[in-house]
């Protein structure tokens, strides 16, 4: 396994670490349900080293933290996000920034990305709209998905789901899952994962 050697760490460097990036870090793994030796692994690290990274005892070159971000589901941007510790997030509909996905379909994140146990989606679909041609999975996290207006088919795994307004179906994340405006017109759906996995 290969890791920088952490040079001498000063203390403002300590008192950063402590106080931002490894917290993060270990709230964001703890969330996830992952075990130090798990992240270690995947992320191509030792175990001793990770743990003094969570600690504020060294710190990390980007390479390192990207690695180790790419598994908890992170950016490295992220985790110097000084919005990361607000208890409040505030989100206006009419400020929203959405992205587009699937076909005619596009998604609005209502949950900041700093978010450790929930993340939330508003999804809004054209006549004929769906999440992919394929369905597909992500992570192992609880989801659930909740029909604001219009009419969704969901595919999870063999079987298929006809929603109306205020209907809802929840399932594993790691299920493949597919989402399709069955109805002609327009539709409005709500996502909720946790741990965020997506």
Known sequence: MNEPTPPPSTPDQGRDAKEGIGPRLRRRRKAKRFTLAQTARQAELSEGFLS????GRVSGSVATLQRVTAVLGLTVGEL?????????????YAEASPFRFGTAARKIRLTPKGNNHLE???GEFEPGGTTGDEPYAHGDSEELLLVIS???????????????PLDSVSYS???????????????QVLWSISPPSY
Request: hydrophobic share 35%; proline share 2%; charged share 30%.
């Open 150 to 164: 219009g009419r969704i088919e969901v595919t999870l795994g063999e079987q298929r789901h006809l929603l109306g």
């Open 52 to 55: 003094q990274l969570e600690r």
């Open 173 to 187: 994340s790691a299920t493949p899952h597919r989402a399709r405006e069955a109805d002609g017109g327009t539709a």
């Open 80 to 92: 110097f996000d000084e919005s990361w510790s607000d208890d409040t997030a505030l989100h206006r």
């Open 120 to 122: 939330v989606f508003l």
